[in-house]
């Protein structure tokens, strides 16, 4: 009987220690998604945040002197904000392309460290026409 016990009382500890770790571990590392004008207008406990929208038409400026260093506008609807960005793009970034960006806003615009794109235009040909392909065609 005081095996059992003994046991019950690890299993507890054991179970309280995991749920601890779990909820201390995660304080403060959520990244909330926000939009343009949240951010800009709001009042936010945490300073970093994950913002969507499109790249707007002719504002990529990639630096000349460090070719990783790009600046753009991220637009959504009529709401922008200039993000810079100083890592390797992925390789559908473009005008129009929609974006997510991770990072911090500093003195009303965006500091990046993290870029991903999505372009769906680019494969909106190959699904329309997906019913017509029959196996082993490429």
């Not at 800009?40 to 406990?45: A, I, M, N, R, V």
């Not at 494969?123 to 026409?129: A, S």
Request: hydrophobic share 40%; aromatic share 8%; net charge negative.
């Amino acid at each position: 009987m005081k095996n059992r016990s003994k046991i019950a009382v690890a299993v507890v500890i054991v179970a309280a220690l995991f749920l601890l770790w779990i909820t201390t571990g995660t304080k403060g590392k959520e990244v909330p998604y926000v939009s343009v004008a949240e951010l800009l207008e709001g009042d936010f406990s945490q300073d970093r945040f994950r913002l969507g929208g499109n790249v707007r038409a002719g504002t990529i400026n990639i630096s000349e002197e460090n070719l990783l260093d790009v600046e753009f506008v991220l637009e959504q609807g009529e709401e922008g904000i200039v993000v810079h960005y100083n890592k390797t793009r992925p390789d559908l970034f473009e005008d129009g392309c929609e974006v997510i960006v991770e990072g911090k806003l500093i003195s009303g615009e965006f500091y990046a460290d993290n870029l991903m794109t999505k372009c769906a235009s680019r494969y909106e040909g190959d699904l329309r026409n997906a019913e017509n392909y029959e196996l082993g065609e490429i």
